[in-house]
Each structure stands twice: as C-alpha cells, then as structure tokens.
C-alpha cells in the first residue's frame, strides 16, 4: 500500500472536532500523515492504508494533504489486513520529511475519469517539458491476454491505467503532456480486473487500424506532427508502456528499452532504472532489483520517432507474482509516480 505523508500539530495551526463516526483534522503547513496518526493516539503503520482509503478523493496526485483542508482520521476499531508482502510497496516520498502540499492551481481533465479529472498543480518542476505517453496496443488489439479467475486480462487496458496515472502525475509536475493512446470512455480505474473494449483511439480521435504496421505508423506521424510543433522546446521525451507476456514461470522486474544512438534516452533509461533500484532498496530492502536497460533499435516507435523514446514493460502478464504488480491499483499508482520520479531526476540534468 501506498505510504504518504501529511502531519498534525496538536496545538497551534491544527484542530480537531468529533464527528459522529469519524475525527477530522486541518492540514496545515509542515504536517504529515505519520505524525497526525501518531498524536491522534492510532499506530501509524496499521493505520495508514485506511486514512488514505478515507481520504484519497480530497489527497494530492501523490496522496500529500493540502494546507486548510479537513481530513477524517480512521476509526480505531477498524481492522486493517495485513498487507501482502510480495505485493510491491513503493513510494516516491520520505515519510518522515515531506510536507502538506500547496496547491497552486487546479486543472479538469475529463479523460482521467470522474473520481481523478480535477489535478491539482502541485510544482513546476517540469515546466516546459513535454511528453508523449503511449499505451501500447489497443483498439482491435489488446495486446498479451491472459484469464484470471474466469476473467480475460489484457495488456491495453492495464497499461493504460498506468500511462493515465503518469499523465495525471506529470501534469501535476508543470509538464505539458500528450495522450497518444486515448480511450474515451475508461478514466483510472481503481478496480483489479479492468473490462475489456475496444474503443481506444489515437490522438486527438484518429480510429486506430486493425493492420499492425498502420497502426505504428499513425502513431509516429502524430508523435513527430507534435513533436514540430514544440520544436522550441528542446525537452520533448516518448514514454511507451506495456505488459509483457512471458513462461508463467518467469517473473520479472520492470525493465527499459531506448534506441542505442539515442543518448537522451539512454539517459533517461537509465534515470527510470536508477529509480526503481533506489525504490526497491528502501521499500522491499531483501529482494533485490533485476530490471534491465538495453537498446532495442527494432522497435517501430523508437526507431522512426523524432523524440527521444523509452519502452517500459512493467511485468509479465502471465505470471502469479507479476500480476499482484499489475492488478492492484496502488501498485500501477506507485510504478507511474517512480516513472515520475525518474522522469523529474532525467529533467534536472538535461
């Protein structure tokens, strides 16, 4: 589960009223969900997961508090279960440093869904960046499947789920930010089987072709379109995410491809990278990190495509262990916030 943070002050800048089923706090500035929990007399480990639970409609893109805001404190008889510990548990944040976050405007996008389409414009750490996310597959194509419990899994639509989440994060971050796969109907789900359709388009609303090479093709000259049009802005990078679909046997890590003559994105293959080993080290210390970066010059998008392009395969479809990765959404939550991260450190040393 997801760890984040706000505090609490007992005293001046905090309050605290009864409510009938649950207490409420303000956040205010310097606060953290660690010690709001802690002062408010609940363990914090036992009882973070359900603050966020009863909160996240009124939390930042990375579940931070806002200043001024009211949130409700879980009630102390409520049971928490005990969090799977194959299940990844990442994060972006220090849970005992980070504080409340400012707000510093509020944007609508409907494509993120009902319970996401208000972002909160958090930084500008990536200010005049811009990005072109790619989900891969879609339309007639759901790219690998596989069934669970009676269901059908499929790439495009968790894949999507992630690169929606990223969209939302990185806009969060100051960054312009370009949907190339787009579905009109399904914003981020919170659900563990997403439904399968196939209504997925190609920006703005091209219907993609059922041919393969075609559907390539369209997605590279709009990328490159776009890609002429900000040609004043020298940071313009490809993020293309996929499920892979491997032996049931194998699990793996998430894992980078970049074009070997393209040194932006080799570098920010290997910013990704750097990420989630850090990640890995500080949340799940006994298991080691084994994703890889390599060129992959084949790769239609990144071989014809004008920006700086990097494949990420976020795990094997098919297998039990991955697929915890894959269907619970705080884990495709947290993979696109450290994709963010590794984004915003690759920013920094353009």
């Known amino acids: 589960m997801l760890k984040r943070l706000v505090t609490f002050l007992l005293l001046a800048g905090s309050y605290l009223t009864h409510a009938q089923e649950h207490k409420k706090v303000m956040a205010v500035q310097g606060d953290g969900i660690y ?14 997961a359900p603050f966020i639970e009863l909160n996240k409609e009124n939390l930042s893109s990375e579940n931070g508090l806002f200043i001024g805001r009211i949130y409700l404190l ?9 969090a799977d510990e194959e299940v990844v548990m990442p994060d972006s944040v220090d849970m005992q440093t980070v504080k409340a976050t400012k707000v510093l405007e509020k944007r609508y996008y409907g494509i993120f869904g009902a319970d996401y389409a208000m972002v909160s414009i958090e930084s500008r750490q990536l200010e005049g960046a811009v990005f072109y996310l790619i989900s891969g597959h879609g339309g007639p194509d759901p790219g690998a499947v596989e069934h669970y419990g009676g269901q059908l899994l499929a790439e495009d639509e968790y894949a999507y789920d992630v ?4 969209a939302r994060k990185l806009i969060a971050n100051g960054a312009l930010v370009y949907l190339i796969t787009r579905d009109p109907n399904d914003g981020i789900r919170d659900a563990r089987l997403l439904e399968v359709d196939h209504d997925e388009e190609t920006y703005p609303s091209k219907r993609i072709p059922r041919n393969h090479s075609l559907r390539l093709k369209q997605r590279v000259e709009v990328v490159n379109e776009l890609y002429e ?21 194998e699990n793996i890590d998430v894992f980078f491809y970049y074009h070997e003559l393209s040194k932006d994105g080799q570098r920010l293959a290997q910013n990704l990278q750097q990420t989630f080993k850090q990640k890995y080290a500080r949340y799940q210390p006994n298991r080691k990190y084994s994703g890889t970066i390599e060129p992959r010059n084949s790769l239609y998008i990144i071989k014809y495509s004008k920006a700086p ?24 939550d947290a993979i696109a916030m450290w994709i963010t991260d590794g984004v915003i450190a690759d920013f920094k040393e353009r």
Not at 35 to 41: F, V
Request: proline share 6%; glycine share 2%.
């Open 35 to 48: 010690s709001l929990l802690r002062n408010s007399g609940l363990e914090p480990k036992k009882y973070l």
């Open 74 to 82: 879980p009630k102390p008889e409520e049971k928490v279960e005990k």
């Open 163 to 166: 690169t929606l989440r990223l």
């Open 229 to 249: 049009r900000h040609a004043a802005k020298p940071y313009q990078r490809i993020i293309e995410t996929h499920v892979d679909s491997r032996s049931k046997s």
């Open 309 to 332: 392009t990097v494949y990420v395969e976020i795990g094997n479809l098919k297998n039990t262990r991955d697929q915890r990765r894959i269907l619970d959404w705080e884990n495709r």
